[in-house]
């Protein structure tokens, strides 16, 4: 039996040949996004064992996601020089404004935590010979990375069984987890670590596909699913129909990915999961942007609006440009792919330049409310000037455009809007600390900043708790921030900032409220019911960078994940940020380290400067059903507390 691994886009293909699934209505929308793919599934191996359906299963994928807009680049039974040529294809077809997917079918193999694709033709009787003929996949992450694309999905249909076995070639858990730099990808695995998917269910199963492959592709047909909703359907449904037939598995996901996508257009079937005071608020709303009949009469629906009509008028804020694409209900989707493209200079954002140009036009801040109300995402990335990917809220405040900085708060943006950190050496980014850059900014008065921080508060901005320093030791570097929002920042604005109660005092607040209204799930009711605490295993290794943690406050939602301030000790309390899957399955625990972690070394900027500290990752998966969490790279294990609500914050 083989595990296999699927990159969110190209799992489409499948769908054509599911004789039960509902019958294609022909290529899917696309709203003039690029959509471009790499298959590749290898059957006939020359010096391993052979496999059976990797390539009928790669063709199956180039099928579907061709009749859903995608650009292929294909290949069956790739020797190595056949498949680096495929990959500089799809690589040089690959931009900033495009879905990119990579799909491969066929061996896989894990050396050193690093995970190699086998070409047909390799040929090893040592590791080296792996890392030296195979495929690496963490290199081709982190190319697609450097190209930043608006969304980038990776599935790896590897057998997990070793095909080297018996040569002392990798081991027999599988892939490992992708440690590379590559923000903005997301990856899925079919299985977990000493897992086997399987292919049928029973002997009468005739179904051609494996299980996790027919279960992708019932939810990528959904209309309106995003990629986050329609990865934890298939991940339960797996779970469970594995479990019926007395088998374990497990699809794992390895998230960094920023933004969302929608395989099939359409109104998604979902009903809202909302409290009744939150229903009447958004009964309340305003109405989504359609054309009305106030409309200036020089502000005429353009003749025709593409993506670079919609650019040029953003760039611009040209008011009348702008209207007219309300009048001609140009979808929210339009607007953020525009509001995503580089601007002219090749550095900051349509967004950021839109803010620079629009910070003394009244009317264009009211049609960028009118846009906000009617669909237009306010916690949306954006490419940065620094930082790969950030949120649109961080873009409004580097252009100094208050007004535009306040609406985004009030239609929903989280104060603590994204901004990539793995890897990155500055211990006080922006988002953590928001209040911090409103005290900095020379740009504002002081009743400007004021103004703005008590929007930073009504929208659930996070004040953490001092904690002093233990033992006779120093403060650490983010404790340090947090301390000097008490000492510096608040008399600096003339306000009040006492701490934010923790989720044992206030389970619900607005950060998840607004969540709730924005994404139609009961993302407080999620939040309530993750386990809050992981107690460290000793014994399990010679050391660890992370031990106890517990989760103390909700900063943001995104997608299909929820992230939050969090304590952990070792010598003296530290917080930590912790990034939470939505069915608490998997953890990824971010903080500042040096070298001296065991984590490695940190990432040379483009002066090629090399920082002592900067911030890593540390991904936990949840094991089955159990109530163990894995950091594989390491061996380490935590236990999940069974306490609903633990008091490790101290007074």
């Not at 611009?316 to 995503?340: C, H, M, Y």
Request: charged fraction near 20%; charge should be neutral; include cysteine.
């Amino acid at each position: 039996m083989c595990v296999r691994l699927l990159t969110l886009g190209m799992i489409v293909t499948c769908m054509v040949a599911l004789a039960d699934a509902a019958p294609a209505e022909g290529p899917a929308a696309t709203g003039g996004e690029r959509r471009i793919a790499l298959v590749i599934g290898n059957n006939d191996y020359r010096f391993v064992t052979s496999l059976e359906n990797a390539v009928a299963d790669a063709r199956a994928m180039k099928r579907e996601l061709e009749t859903r807009g995608f650009q292929t680049v294909y290949r069956e039974n790739a020797a190595r020089r056949n498949m680096n040529d495929a990959i500089e294809e799809f690589l040089g077809k690959l931009s900033t404004d495009a879905i990119g997917l990579v799909y491969f079918s066929g061996h896989g193999v894990q050396i050193n935590s690093a995970n190699f694709l086998i070409p047909t033709d390799l040929q090893a009787d040592k590791e080296a010979d792996v890392a030296n003929d195979g495929i690496d996949l963490g290199k081709l992450l982190d190319r697609m990375a450097q190209i930043q694309p608006r969304f980038s999905l990776v599935v790896i249909d590897a057998c997990r069984d070793n095909p080297f076995h018996g040569r002392s070639i990798g081991g027999s858990k599988g892939l490992a987890p992708p440690l590379s730099n590559a923000e903005g990808v997301m990856v899925v695995y079919a299985a977990g670590a000493n897992q086997q998917a399987l292919d049928r269910l029973s002997s009468a199963d005739n179904d051609p596909n494996g299980l996790f492959t027919r279960e992708f592709i019932k939810a990528m047909r959904k209309p309106g699913l995003n990629v986050q909703d329609m990865i934890s359907e298939i991940k339960l449904a797996v779970i469970q129909k594995a479990k019926s037939v007395g088998h374990v598995q497990t699809p794992a996901i390895y998230d960094q990915s920023v933004g969302t996508f929608v395989f099939s257009e359409g109104r998604a079937v979902a009903k809202p999961i909302v409290s009744p005071p939150e229903e009447a608020a958004r009964a309340n709303a305003p109405s989504p942007v359609t054309p009305r009949a106030d409309i200036p009469v020089d502000a005429h629906p353009p003749a025709r609006v593409d993506i670079t009509t919609v650019v040029g008028a953003l760039s611009s804020a040209d008011v009348n440009q702008l209207k007219g694409f309300t009048a001609a209900s140009v979808p929210a989707t339009t607007i953020e792919e525009a509001f995503r493209q580089r601007s002219g200079n090749g550095k900051n954002s349509v967004a950021r330049t839109f803010f620079e140009n629009s910070t003394r036009s009244s009317e264009a801040i009211a049609w960028f409310d009118s846009a906000l109300a009617g669909g237009v995402d306010p916690n949306m990335t954006v490419p940065g000037d620094y930082y790969a990917q950030e949120g649109v809220l961080l873009e409004a405040m580097r252009a100094g455009n208050l007004p535009a900085a306040k609406a985004l708060l009030r239609r929903g943006a989280s104060p603590h809007a994204y901004q990539n950190l793995f890897l990155t050496a500055h211990a006080q980014p922006r988002f953590l600390f928001p209040m911090q850059s409103i005290a900095d900014d020379d740009r504002f008065t002081l009743s400007e900043k004021q103004d703005l921080a008590k929007a930073f508060v009504d929208a659930g901005v996070i004040i953490p708790k001092p904690i002093p320093p233990t033992s006779g030791s120093g403060w650490n570097s983010t404790m340090l921030e947090v301390n000097e929002l008490q000492e510096k920042v608040a008399p600096r604005l003339g306000l009040k900032l006492p701490p934010t109660p923790t989720l044992c005092e206030r389970p619900a607040g607005p950060i998840c409220k607004q969540a709730s209204l924005r994404t139609k799930e009961d993302w407080c009711a999620l939040v309530a019911a993750t386990p809050k605490k992981l107690n460290f295993v000793y014994g399990k290794g010679s050391g660890s960078p992370l031990y106890d943690v517990e989760l103390v406050y909700l900063i943001g939602v995104a997608g299909n994940k929820a992230y939050y301030f969090a304590l952990t000790k070792s010598i003296t309390w530290d917080y930590v940020l912790v990034e939470v899957s939505k069915d608490a399955s998997s953890w990824t625990v971010l903080r500042m380290m040096s070298p001296e972690s065991g984590m490695g070394l940190c990432k040379k900027d483009q002066d090629a400067y090399q920082p002592q500290e900067c911030w890593r990752k540390i991904p936990l998966q949840r094991i089955g059903v159990t109530d163990e969490m894995r950091f594989e790279d390491w061996g380490l294990s935590w236990k999940i507390s069974k306490e609903v609500c633990s008091s490790v914050h101290p007074n």
